[in-house]
């Protein structure tokens, strides 16, 4: 993680203020965890290697020695006061407040609304599941200063502004995405 920590972060796609003018508060996401891991699945190392067999011999000998770290995986408990933060730089856990609408009109609307119904509706943790590997494969071509990246994804506009943000010209990057599973 030590040796990506000079990375720097896409710029977010959320431009337009919140609530009272809040601002979107982005954390600094490492390319690799350092120092903690976040969530299952967080990136924690890259193997860089001459030829697929030492890539596989390097890989081998990653050792990580997890501790648990107080957690919270339900969004009300998380905005409560004391909860774990994920990010320091995200106090009590908010990072965008949103409004969209007119609440004045709505309020009256409920308040001249024959009947009211309340209720609770939680949306529980949804995500696609990949059937091809979440892996990347990137070469560098020295003689003509580009690069070829193979990735398992359907977001090579993202990828292209991924590079740039890092100094790296997209028009010299050669992005290859095969059998990707379904959009959803």
Same mark, same amino acid.
């Given at each position: 993680?030590?040796? $990506? ?9 959320? !431009? ?28 924690? !190392?890259? =193997?860089?290697?001459? $030829?697929?067999?030492? !890539? ?8 990580? &020695?997890?501790?648990?770290?107080? !957690? ?25 407040? /949103? &409004? ?9 609307? /409920? ?27 990137? $070469?560098?071509?020295?003689?003509? &200063? ?16 991924? /590079? ?8 010299? =990057?050669?992005? =290859? ?8």
């Amino acid at each position: 993680g030590e040796d $990506t920590a000079h990375f720097k972060n896409p710029g977010t796609l959320v !431009a337009y203020p919140g609530r009272n003018g809040f601002k979107l508060l982005q954390p600094h996401r490492n390319v690799l965890a350092r120092d903690r891991v976040r969530y299952v699945g967080e990136e924690i !190392a890259i =193997v860089v290697a001459q $030829t697929p067999s030492g !890539a596989l011999d390097a890989v081998e000998k990653i050792e990580i &020695d997890y501790n648990d770290l107080p !957690a919270v995986a339900d969004a009300e408990a998380a905005l409560k006061p004391g909860a774990p933060q994920l990010y320091p730089e995200i106090p009590g856990n908010l990072c965008f407040d /949103f &409004d969209y609408g007119d609440e004045a009109k709505v309020d009256e609307a /409920f308040k001249a609304a024959a009947h009211v119904t309340k209720l609770q509706l939680e949306s529980q943790r949804v995500s696609g599941n990949p059937m091809e590997p979440k892996a990347c494969l990137a $070469t560098y071509d020295a003689a003509r &200063d580009s690069y070829e990246v193979w990735s398992s994804s359907q977001g090579i506009t993202m990828m292209k502004g991924g /590079f740039a943000s890092y100094g790296i010209d997209p028009a010299k =990057v050669r992005f =290859v995405a095969q059998d990707v599973g379904g959009g959803f």
